[in-house]
């Protein structure tokens, strides 16, 4: 069994910044990447930003140069410090990880519940 837990959304003003969080736990052999993903109310999950376990970053044009995504070694934790922020950042922010557990022959995609973050004008 594994779990993501995010915290840190909430409710800020236009140009405020907040600060996911994501925790791994579980039955964790390894973790290859992690991902926050985003989806607004009428519109699909889109990529916010993914890091690798060798400290890759990837980041949608929309987000980058304001969004930074960071983790520790194990990418166990993993971070998603959000400035600049814009009333279009308003949206679920899922966390996404792409791991092994200990009984799994292939990666698999595990996804949290998602924290609510909201930019107001």
């Known amino acids: 069994q594994v779990q993501l837990v995010e915290s840190g959304g909430g409710l800020v003003q236009a140009g405020g910044s907040l600060r996911l969080s994501c925790a791994a736990s579980?039955?964790?052999?390894?973790?290859?990447?992690m991902g926050w993903y985003r989806q607004a109310p009428g519109k699909q999950r889109e990529l916010v930003a993914t890091?690798?376990?060798?400290?890759?970053?990837n980041y949608s044009d929309s987000v980058k140069g304001r969004f930074t995504i960071s983790g520790d070694n194990a990418l166990n934790t993993v971070y998603l410090q959000m400035n600049s922020l814009k009333p279009e950042d308003t949206a679920v922010y899922y966390c996404?990880?792409?791991?092994?557990?200990?009984?799994?022959?292939?990666?698999?995609?595990?996804w949290g519940q998602g924290t609510q973050v909201t930019v107001s004008s």
């Open positions: 996404n990880a792409d791991l092994f557990g200990y009984s799994d022959y292939i990666s698999v995609n595990h």
């Open positions: 579980g039955s964790i052999f390894s973790i290859n990447a």
């Open positions: 890091i690798t376990n060798g400290g890759s970053t």
